[in-house]
């Protein structure tokens, strides 16, 4: 027989907050088990962090979350300062995703003799798409993330296929300088029109937001005509973008997972199809992994195969 009184809805238990390097050292102690996997974050969360944590909690005993506003890998030009600050909600998603420690520090705390003289290099795969209109935002990115990592010590790292070039230079990084690390890849989470979950979305205008589906428009375009080559593909995905005039585009490719290298028209296989434009004031990026070939189309992330770097076109 069953007791309405008996049915007490279980609070979920809020994260420990570390702000220091002592308190997080003093939570990472405190876990039960090293198993533990990180995702890190620079704050307004939203569904699409949500999905890494879930991920992560899932497949390990601990998950810590890191929130940090890198200003390393902004240029003085960017949105550092403007930078959606939500950390309340922030802790609300991650109680109810079950985020063992939050580690939330200051820029003095991460880089406590000002900005780090060595840095880590992201070579030549950082200058190109991204990286040829944020000079250093990749060497910025890669240092932090090799701070957090050995900051918390985590094993296991879950990243969004949604910065595709970042999960790849995070990687090529893990391999090229031996870190001790599983790299895990989530797929994008978008929202129900097909629009990329994004902290930086909360900058467009009601218009600017139409404007800004052209994006996944153009992906899906071009995921149609995966199984016709390389350059139905571009054709495709183009066409829709050249009908939204409001939207700048900076680029739109079709590369290999690994090198980043344009695919040639013989090309069958995992490609990447990336964009990037400007919406309003609001630089926006999204992607897909696609099949090249025939039964091709999007994949939600790339197969392992197509990810082991020593794969070329
Ligand atoms: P950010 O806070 O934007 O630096 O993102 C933190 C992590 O969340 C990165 O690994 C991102 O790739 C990932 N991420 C951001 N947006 C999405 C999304 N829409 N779907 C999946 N992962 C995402």
Request: hydrophobic fraction near 40%; charged fraction near 20%; aromatic fraction near 6%.
């Amino acid at each position: 027989m069953t007791d309405s009184t008996s049915h007490t809805t279980e609070q979920p238990t809020a994260p420990v907050v570390a702000h220091t390097r002592t308190e997080l050292r003093a939570a990472r102690a405190a876990l039960t088990s090293r198993d533990v996997a990180v995702v890190m974050t620079m704050g307004a969360l939203h569904d699409g962090h949500a999905q890494l944590v879930k991920r992560a909690r899932a497949e390990h005993d601990h998950v810590i979350v890191t929130i940090f506003l890198n200003p390393l890998q902004f240029g003085p030009k960017e949105d550092l300062s403007r930078y959606p600050r939500t950390f309340d909600a922030d802790m609300e998603i991650c109680t109810s995703a079950g985020v063992d420690v939050v580690f939330a520090p200051t820029p003095d705390v991460v880089y406590p003799d000002g900005d780090p003289g060595v840095r880590i290099s992201a070579g030549p795969l950082g200058t190109v798409l991204e990286g040829q209109s944020r000079p250093g935002h990749f060497d910025g990115m890669l240092t932090v993330v090799a701070k957090l990592l050995h900051l918390t010590g985590a094993r296991t790292a879950y990243f969004g296929q949604k910065d595709a070039q970042q999960l790849l230079l995070i990687r090529r990084m893990v391999r090229d300088l031996d870190f001790p690390v599983e790299v895990v890849a989530v797929p994008t989470v978008r929202e129900d029109d097909g629009l990329a979950m994004s902290s930086r979305n909360t900058y467009l205008t009601e218009s600017d937001r139409e404007v800004a589906l052209c994006l996944s428009r153009a992906l899906r375009a071009g995921g149609d005509a995966a199984a016709y080559g390389p350059s139905s593909i571009r054709r495709a995905a183009r066409e829709v973008l050249v009908e939204e005039p409001l939207a700048l585009v900076d680029y739109l490719v079709l590369v290999h997972p690994t090198t980043l290298a344009d695919v040639p028209e013989w090309y069958r296989g995992e490609a990447l199809l990336a964009v990037a434009a400007r919406v309003g004031t609001t630089r926006l990026i999204d992607n897909t992994p696609v099949l090249v070939g025939p039964g091709g189309g999007m994949l939600d992330v790339f197969t392992p195969e197509a990810t082991s770097l020593s794969a070329h076109p």
